[in-house]
């Protein structure tokens, strides 16, 4: 989705500019902006599919009647480096070294679990993992509210609307709490009912359009912090 793209891009450069201006920059914010930047450039990789199939394969002919021939393989990769990515991003926010082990354990098991799944299961080329987005979920919102345990019980409360770690919070909150459901439920749906692929684009459209959006405010408002802090 074109919209998409460019909102990430933007994000992305936004995320590049705060990062070489913030010489207090942390890894994880670092690692997050180059995160960023393989997002969009999943988004444009992934419109092959589409383009193939609405072209009839005029274009991207070479994909036709193979494995590639839908994107799913590229997706389920990059949602897995998704999770581990939100993850490790909280994780490095929090100060118990208990909790931070804890999440280390559970990510490492999530990770070796779910390329378990797709062996088995045998789906990575043809669908996505409800297993996968489930427990990736849960982990990755379990990580938040670690953090935001930790926001509420010390100082960082009372700066928390110039804290970048919070506006990725809300994001990825809404991002996962909203679009997990739609994936595993699209399953049950007809895809070849116009109503229901109408209704499942507009979800992840503006899903997607909010969640880069509040990442780019959050850039913006610590960009105006003079001191980074």
Same mark, same amino acid.
């Given at each position: ?55 009839? $394969? ?105 804290? =970048? ?9 809404? =991002?996962? =709490? ?36 509040? $990442? ?14």
């Amino acid at each position: 989705m074109i919209p998409v793209t460019v909102l990430v891009l933007f994000s992305a450069i936004l995320g590049w500019y705060y990062i070489h201006a913030n010489k207090k920059a942390e890894p994880a914010t670092k690692y997050f902006v180059y995160f960023l930047l393989l997002t969009a450039l999943v988004e444009i990789i992934g419109a092959y599919a589409p383009i193939a199939y609405f072209s009839d $394969y005029k274009y991207f002919s070479f994909v036709e009647g193979t494995v590639f021939d839908e994107n799913y393989w590229l997706y389920n990769a990059y949602t897995l480096i998704s999770y581990f990515i939100y993850v490790s991003y909280f994780k490095w926010h929090i100060e118990s070294r208990f909790q931070r082990n804890l999440l280390t354990l559970l990510l490492i098991l999530f990770i070796v679990s779910q390329i378990i799944e797709f062996s088995i299961s045998g789906n990575y080329f043809d669908g996505y993992s409800s297993y996968g987005d489930i427990v990736g979920t849960f982990l990755v919102l379990l990580s938040i509210s670690l953090y935001y345990y930790q926001l509420l019980t010390s100082d960082e409360i009372l700066k928390f609307n110039t804290s =970048l770690p919070f506006y990725i919070s809300i994001g990825a909150i809404l =991002l996962h =709490l909203v679009l997990t459901p739609v994936f595993i439920y699209s399953g049950y749906f007809d895809s070849e009912s116009p109503e229901f692929v109408e209704l499942y684009k507009r979800i992840i459209l503006f899903t997607n359009l909010l969640v880069y959006l509040l $990442y780019s405010i959050g850039f913006i408002i610590c960009l105006r912090k003079k001191d980074f802090s």
